[in-house]
């Protein structure tokens, strides 16, 4: 088959590889489309140890079945396989599992590819309504369905009145504030800096975009999430939480800084870190997508897997508007 190898900081090389085999449980996927996540540009450029070349790189899958019970079936993918034994399994978080692992991440090759092997029951079947390109949204979605869940929980006031606000405008942070308004809090706003990009959400999202300028003057919020996750935004959510407010960070950018410790603690300011979802968090973002409360889910680019070089460079350089760029295999 072809795929996208990463081989080295910013290579990447479109090239024959051999096909996977599916294990026992496994299904072979032709895929569809694949999404470009900010972890994907972190392993191009050489920024995640985790990810070493050469590597298939690409989590975010959706495509067709080509083996097992499902053959024959559209589906979107989750990449979290746990192991099903150990107490975050068994209590149903399994997003923690100390043995969990993520296809593009050793030893799991990732999606970026004309073919992916997946365990049966890692997959969601799509109705016939809701396109591939739709379908593979459910991943980076899921991400912020499952920060608002917890921090939604956490919150101490009353969520119909609740006012957030989401840093980014990238799939994770527009994924949140889609979430957070399938869930139950209706004030939301987004900060995104990149003009172009704040453009098409207000236009094309419905969403409600502030520059970081109106954000720092708009007040403050009982819910935060920050989808960026650099020192910056973690110095401006520090900022705008309310007494007794929730910040949830979904944002892997940096691993330093931003944070206002002393301010938290005297104002009692709750921060959640959270990484990925559960399969339940996962299957009811699909269903959510599916029923139509996610939105139209039209904000994404389609190109050639074999023009993924020039799709990553573009993202790098802030010339992309829309939130997430499909990678097609050619065949």
């Avoid at 050469?54 to 079936?73: D, N, R």
């Avoid at 869930?183 to 094309?204: C, H, T, W």
Wanted: proline share 6%.
């Amino acid at each position: 088959m072809k795929a996208l190898v990463y081989t080295g900081p910013e290579a990447q090389s479109y090239r024959e590889v051999a096909d996977p085999s599916p294990a026992h449980g496994e299904a072979l996927i032709r895929v569809a489309h694949t999404g470009i996540c900010g972890s994907d540009m972190h392993a191009f450029l050489g920024h995640d140890a985790r990810r070493p070349a050469p590597l298939i790189l690409g989590h975010e899958v959706a495509g067709t079945v080509l083996s097992g019970s499902l053959e024959g079936k559209r589906v979107t993918v989750n990449p979290l396989v746990s192991c099903g034994k150990c107490e975050f399994c068994l209590s149903g978080r399994d997003n923690l599992c100390p043995e969990r692992q993520i296809i593009s991440m050793p030893p799991r090759e990732g999606g970026f590819a004309d073919y992916l092997a997946m365990p049966e029951d890692n997959l969601v079947v799509v109705p016939d309504h809701v396109s591939d390109a739709q379908a593979a949204l459910a991943e980076p979605i899921a991400c912020g369905w499952h920060a608002v869940r917890l921090a939604k929980r956490a919150l101490t006031s009353d969520p119909e009145r609740a006012k957030a606000l989401v840093y980014g405008g990238g799939a994770i942070g527009l994924g949140a504030a889609l979430s957070l308004k399938a869930q139950g809090i209706g004030n939301v706003r987004l900060v995104e800096p990149n003009e172009e990009r704040a453009r098409f959400l207000e236009n094309a999202c419905g969403v409600n975009v502030l520059t970081p300028q109106e954000a720092d003057a708009s007040g403050q919020y009982d819910l935060i999430v920050d989808g960026v996750g650099h020192a910056a935004t973690r110095a401006a959510a520090s900022a705008r939480a309310k007494p007794g407010g929730v910040i949830v960070h979904i944002g892997l950018g940096s691993a330093e800084g931003g944070l206002d410790i002393r301010r938290m603690t005297l104002q009692e300011i709750t921060f959640i870190g959270t990484y990925t979802y559960t399969a339940q968090d996962f299957r009811d973002t699909a269903s959510a997508m599916f029923e139509g409360r996610l939105g139209a889910l039209d904000w994404t680019e389609t190109r050639p897997l074999s023009d993924g070089l020039k799709a990553f460079a573009d993202l790098r350089a802030g010339q992309v508007a829309v939130p997430k760029i499909l990678l097609t295999p050619d065949t």
